[in-house]
């Protein structure tokens, strides 16, 4: 994750701030930064190849966003716990927004967009059947937003960035724990079909199945075989 050039100039500087905001914001979406585990800001900073400053700055911004908890006592970095209460939560604000999301985005879909969706859910199906956690996670949050960014309704769309953000690692650990290949099939087909049948509201029912079937590995696999941050 090494970020390139130098950190003179305000413009400069103001480019790698977003950069390593990006670069965390990836990994907590994509699960690379795992819950229970504490990680100080020199770590992040050499792994990222760039001073502490601008980390100290992304990590102020994805503690603002819940998607990370700073420890007062030693300054180390973690996700924060995953509660029952929390999940429900989570769960609840996901069924809610994505599905809006999708059904606007669906009013407004093309030709290009439709095949762009198509070639993402290639790339999930190859991370599944290849067993890739890793790709599987980035492939399908690439499908789920590039849907999403197409309604144009950004109030809504960081709303649901930021579920994202706070659900990410613990999605990557169950995935991690029950294999791509013992997860359900989704509902990403059933979804592109609306969308070339310009049927907004199948594409809307299609999205909040697929959230419901994420959510509930999630609950499932919590229930069973808690996280180590998943206690009160």
């Known amino acids: 994750m090494t970020i390139s050039g130098t950190e003179t100039g305000a413009a400069s500087r103001l480019a790698i701030h977003d950069q390593v905001y990006a670069s965390l914001r990836d990994a907590l979406i994509t699960g690379r930064i795992a819950p229970g585990l504490g990680v100080s800001l020199r770590s992040l900073a050499a792994e990222l190849g760039v001073s502490p400053m601008p980390v100290r700055d992304a990590v102020r911004r994805l503690a603002a966003e819940r998607a990370l908890a700073i420890n007062p006592a030693n300054k180390r970095l973690s996700v924060p716990s995953l509660t029952a209460d929390r999940l429900e939560q989570l769960a609840l604000a996901r069924s809610l927004i994505e599905p809006e999301l999708a059904q606007r985005a669906a009013e407004q879909a093309d030709a290009v967009l439709i095949s762009r969706l198509r070639q993402l859910d290639a790339a999930v199906d190859r991370a599944l059947a290849e067993g890739d956690v890793g ?86 696999e919590c229930v069973s075989q808690p996280t180590d941050s998943a206690e009160d």
């Open 135 to 220: 790709r599987y996670m980035a492939a399908n949050h690439a499908f789920h937003f590039t849907l999403y960014r197409h309604g144009r309704a950004e109030v809504i769309l960081t709303l649901a960035d930021s579920l994202w953000l706070q659900i990410g690692p613990f999605m990557r650990v169950v995935f991690g724990r029950i294999g791509t290949l013992g997860l359900a099939a989704d509902h990403h087909a059933a979804a592109l079909e609306g969308l070339q049948q310009r049927d907004p509201m199948a594409v809307r029912r299609a999205i909040a199945a697929d959230i419901a079937m994420g959510m509930d590995a999630l609950r499932a």
